[in-house]
């Protein structure tokens, strides 16, 4: 089978988000298919600044076509239409759409692509449903298309346009149970066929978490921060609970970071920014740590709570999040919390019962395995495939009656 | 199941559910004895206007955020440019936002200045309110604590038996 993915960027140092889930993905697959993906030359998510030549590129064994942007991000504009398409409930589909071209990335050449090659291709994989080639490319081939929306309970999914929008694919590729129940709430309608995949973790081998204290200088035992560094990721109330946290109690416990940074971090003594670090650095930082925490409000899956579970780590979440309190419940592998009362209590529970920490760890641990092996996420795409697409594509090769 | 035998149990079962069930009866607790809570409520508020200050774009107050209030208070910082009468009016919507709006705007960021000033304002006012509704609940809590603590000393009348 030939399978195409059409992503906003694809790169190697990509290594989180929706862009990881697609490449580690597409290189699965490729063990067993022909995969190609069809992205854009951006790899800066804020102004999508081309930062690759147009064309065509092998990464790790999958055909990369790269298509030049049109505009970058022109970052007043989208501030402008996202307050109309947000808080004016006057506003229209077209404002919406002009919200999916300020969005971007713009590839008219990419759209093109996929308007005159999607026959070379069985089956094509959309990832993200927010960005223009996805909203805009699905339709060019919607009915060997299968979107993966990684969609998360933030106002974008609430726009009038995507009720339609998700009921168009041959198939949903959802991450998690919540992602389905969110985008079932939004469709007009039922959804097309679905599978819920998740994702699976790879661990790098010989890690040394002794080493990577001694090389960071981290001293104290520590709480875990993955991610970027910003305020869509809920990290300005980490900083405010964690301060706060830090003068009512006594604990020896540092906050430390491990990200790039979009957002000015408090000058504490006890919160360390590592800045961005290696794979197997992370996985490092992760054996080394006490427990993660994950503040953010809006995930459709976090990949390093799945990450620390796959590390035995137990995790502190952001209950208001239903993806990350919904994982946590499913797991058993971790706590969380909906305000800072709940956020002391529970990191309090955590450092005063280490046996309990280790068991959470290993209750999510063992979770990962029955459910998210690679042999998994491979055995469900290829199902949803088989029911979505060739169904569709007999239909379309029958003889009319 | 008494606590030491529930702390045994998820050391090598652990229930988050339960876990968490058995945390917020802690928080419960101290809530009832008034230990911290007050404490508390005040960093979630603290948190929540500091962002408030900030100009989130969500731009949520803690009272908005607690009593699930719509936006419909907020002031409509853009204009609103719509048509119901198909293509004449899309001729004449396009006409507004390309070539009347673009020299008209400067005027209109004045406005939109001073429009988000007051917004501003607003946000900070309902967090005062809410600052307000706080102290009152304190202060009612306090008074009914005193008023309980000053039965209980009262002396018994003639002929009533001690209190225990």
Redesign the interface.
């Given at each position: 089978m030939k399978i195409a993915f059409v992503i906003h960027r694809y790169a190697e140092t990509i290594v989180g988000g929706s862009e990881f889930h697609c490449r580690r993905i597409a290189e699965e697959l490729s063990a067993r298919h022909a995969v190609e993906v069809l992205t854009t030359t951006a790899e800066d998510y804020v102004t999508w600044k081309e930062s690759f030549a147009p064309g065509v590129e092998t990464i790790n064994g999958v055909t990369v076509r790269r298509f030049k942007i049109k505009n970058r991000r022109n970052l007043v504009r989208f501030k402008e239409i996202s307050d109309v398409c947000f808080h004016n409930p006057a506003h229209t589909a077209e404002d919406e759409l002009e919200w999916i071209r300020a969005n971007g990335p713009e590839s008219p050449d990419l759209l093109d692509f996929i308007r005159k090659r999607h026959s070379d291709y069985d089956v094509i994989l959309f990832y993200s449903y927010r960005y223009y080639p996805s909203y805009f490319g699905l339709g060019e081939a919607a009915g060997k298309a299968i979107l993966v929306p990684t969609a998360e309970e933030d106002p974008a999914v609430y726009m009038t346009i995507f009720a339609d929008y998700f009921r168009r694919p041959a198939g949903i590729l959802f991450l998690t149970p919540e992602e389905r129940d969110l985008v079932g709430k939004v469709a007009h309608g039922d959804l097309p066929p679905s599978e819920v995949i998740g994702f699976a973790v790879d661990i790098p081998p010989s890690l040394d978490a002794e080493a990577f204290k001694a090389r960071h200088g981290l001293r104290h035992p520590f709480l875990l921060y993955v991610g970027r560094i910003d305020r869509n990721k809920g990290c300005d109330g980490l900083f405010h609970y964690f301060t706060e946290y830090s003068r009512r109690r006594t604990e020896d416990v540092d906050l430390v970071l491990v990200g790039t940074k979009a957002l000015d971090i408090p000058n504490h003594t006890r919160i360390k920014h590592l800045g961005f670090l290696t794979d197997r650095e992370k996985f490092e930082a992760l054996q080394a740590c006490e427990l993660l925490i994950m503040p953010s409000p809006y995930e459709s899956l976090s990949i390093v709570v799945l990450e620390a579970w796959a590390m035995g780590k137990t995790t502190l979440a952001n209950g208001l999040c239903k993806v990350l309190r919904g994982q946590s419940r499913r797991s058993n592998g971790g706590l969380f919390f909906d305000n800072f009362s709940e956020f002391c209590e529970g990191l309090d529970f955590l450092l005063a019962h280490p046996d309990i920490r280790a068991a959470l760890g290993r209750s999510g641990q063992a979770w990962l395995q029955a459910n998210f092996q690679w042999s998994h996420v491979m055995e469900k795409i290829e199902r949803l495939i088989a029911a979505a697409i060739k169904p569709a594509a007999a239909e379309r090769s029958s003889p009319p009656r | 199941m008494d606590e030491t035998a529930l702390?045994d149990q998820?050391?090598?079962?652990?229930?988050?559910?339960d876990?968490?069930g058995y945390?917020?009866k802690?928080?419960d607790d101290?809530r009832r004895s008034g230990i911290l809570?007050d404490d508390?409520i005040r960093?979630?508020l603290?948190?929540w206007l500091?962002?408030v200050l900030a100009g989130?774009?969500?731009g949520e107050s803690t009272l908005q955020h607690y009593l699930s209030m719509t936006?419909?208070w907020?002031l409509?910082?853009?204009p609103?440019l719509?048509t119901h009468r198909g293509l004449i009016g899309r001729i004449f919507l396009w006409i507004k936002k390309r070539i009347l709006y673009p020299p008209l705007r400067w005027i209109i960021e004045q406005n939109e200045m001073n429009a988000a000033r007051q917004d501003h304002l607003n946000l900070s006012l309902l967090n005062i309110l809410e600052e307000t509704i706080l102290e009152n609940g304190r202060l009612k809590a306090r008074v009914a604590r005193l008023e309980k603590a000053s039965a209980e000393r009262t002396p018994p009348g003639p002929g009533e038996p001690p209190q225990p």
């Open positions: - | 702390l998820w050391k090598t079962n652990p229930r988050v559910d876990i968490m945390l917020q802690r928080i101290r809570y508390e960093t979630e603290g948190f500091t962002e989130r774009p969500s936006g419909e907020r409509q910082l853009h609103s719509s």
